[in-house]
């Protein structure tokens, strides 16, 4: 299994899964949404935690553990039941890490709808709990905000997309771009998620990366600029003016209402041109704001330069330093830094691998990370070069299946290795076009 539990006791047999189901509705129409035998005596209980279970299959299936932790001892038993049978054993489990998740980029490629479902689910099988959607950037804004409808009718499409790296300046390919994901489409998708215990922050860039807002309302900016169609840092940002901060003070009223996660993620990066101070206050204002709706605020590793206001979750992206640095200044912090844990990168200079943004992220460097003390762990999926979701599973499996290993019980890399075939099939099954070893 990955990630393999943190206990498992083998037994003689197999038991095979035709007894009645007791327990929650919603566990029982899970199973039935995996095809998974509707049997066992499944019971929320103390005593396992916010995301721990017990689960024993002997003379017959029993399940006991936190709502969330029967949620995971759904997706265990994805990995074990064969033809409505399974292994006779008993498993005690518990994560590390409470925060185990993935970033996916939707601003640079609008992916499909369907694919975030899918996404959502392969999170779910590999116990990962979040779903960081960075949904606006300079290239594009998807999502839909009714009092100001521009974002996506104007500030969701760009003309034409670069053609190769953006280093190499080759030129762009003539071809549209767009889209965006509507409030209902979002809730929905929030509510699928939620049944598979995965939890959607969303992330709306501020106030650097915003040059597809400014194309939509000129008035936001210093200057009419039109989305972009280049990728990189852009020197693009808001200006300050009261109503600027207004303006996006309403886009949160909007997203809290499809979002009821308790984390916001505001960016603060790269925000080229404006001052340590300024971005500071920025931020400030916004988790004011946010804090009266309820909410806490996530931002990234640059923050902790700008005199960050306390309460801030922090994203260490730059170097396996940054969410330590964050811990030790009393935040909490989330590890995800780029030589771990971006799987943008490629993997290695193998023929078959496609263009990417940098290099080199093996897997098994994945597995040699050691966040620490930390909040937990993210893997990371930006798609400057990742159009289509075939290519963004390319880059994902296996190595976000490592570092799911790593936020939930590390074991030895040699122990992953063995069990890693396995897994594979499994993803066959699922036809995931993963990396091939």
């Not at 700008?306 to 170097?319: H, M, S």
């Not at 811990?327 to 200079?349: H, I, K, L, M, T």
């Amino acid at each position: 299994m990955i990630p393999q539990p943190v206990s498992v006791t083998a037994k003689e047999g197999r038991l095979t899964l035709d007894g009645p189901f007791s327990g929650p509705e919603s566990i029982r129409e899970l199973l039935k949404s995996y095809g998974l035998p509707e049997s066992g005596t499944w019971s929320i209980v103390e005593g396992h935690g916010d995301e721990g279970y017990h689960l024993k299959a002997d003379t017959a299936l029993t399940v006991e553990g936190s709502e969330l932790g029967l949620k995971w001892a759904v997706q265990t038993l994805r990995q074990l039941v064969s033809d409505g049978t399974i292994e006779r054993t008993e498993i005690q489990d518990a994560p590390d890490y409470p925060w185990r998740g993935s970033l996916l980029d939707v601003a640079r490629w609008a992916l499909p709808l369907d694919f975030l479902y899918r996404y959502i689910d392969l999170l779910a099988l590999h116990k990962l709990n979040r779903l960081h959607l960075h949904l606006t950037d300079d290239q594009g804004w998807r999502f839909e905000v009714k009092r100001y409808p521009k974002l996506t009718e104007v500030g969701g499409f760009r003309s034409e997309s670069p053609v190769g790296h953006m280093l190499l300046e080759q030129g762009f390919d003539g071809t549209p771009h767009g889209g965006f994901y509507t409030q209902d489409e979002l809730k929905a998708l929030v509510r699928f998620g939620q049944e598979r215990g995965v939890e959607i922050m969303p992330e709306i860039d501020l106030p650097g990366h915003t040059q597809a807002a400014i194309a939509a309302y000129p008035q936001l900016g210093s200057e009419e600029v039109k989305v972009s169609t280049k990728w990189g840092i852009h020197d693009i940002v808001v200006n300050s003016e009261p109503e600027t901060l207004e303006f996006f003070k309403h886009v949160l009223d909007e997203v809290v209402e499809v979002f009821p996660f308790e984390f916001v993620h505001l960016g603060g990066d790269e925000v080229r041109g404006m001052p340590n101070e300024q971005l500071g206050w920025w931020i400030g204002q916004l988790q004011e704001h946010l804090a009266a709706k309820g909410r806490k605020t996530a931002v990234w590793d640059e923050l902790l330069e700008a005199n960050p206001p306390q309460g801030l979750l922090f994203f260490g992206w730059r170097d396996d330093t940054k969410a330590p640095e964050a811990r030790q200044a009393g935040f909490e912090a989330v590890s995800c830094p780029q030589n771990y844990a971006y799987y943008d990168w490629a993997e290695s200079d193998r023929e078959d691998e496609p263009l990417a943004i940098a290099g080199y992220v093996p897997l098994e460097q994945v597995y040699e990370f050691e966040p620490g003390d930390v909040t937990g762990v993210q893997g990371q999926l930006w798609t400057e070069y990742l159009p289509r979701p075939e290519l963004v599973e390319w880059r994902a499996f296996p190595r976000l299946s490592a570092l799911a290993e790593l936020g939930w019980r590390k074991q030895t890399l040699e122990s992953f290795n063995e069990r890693l075939p396995r897994h594979l099939e499994l993803l066959d099954t699922m036809n995931v076009n993963y990396r091939p070893r």
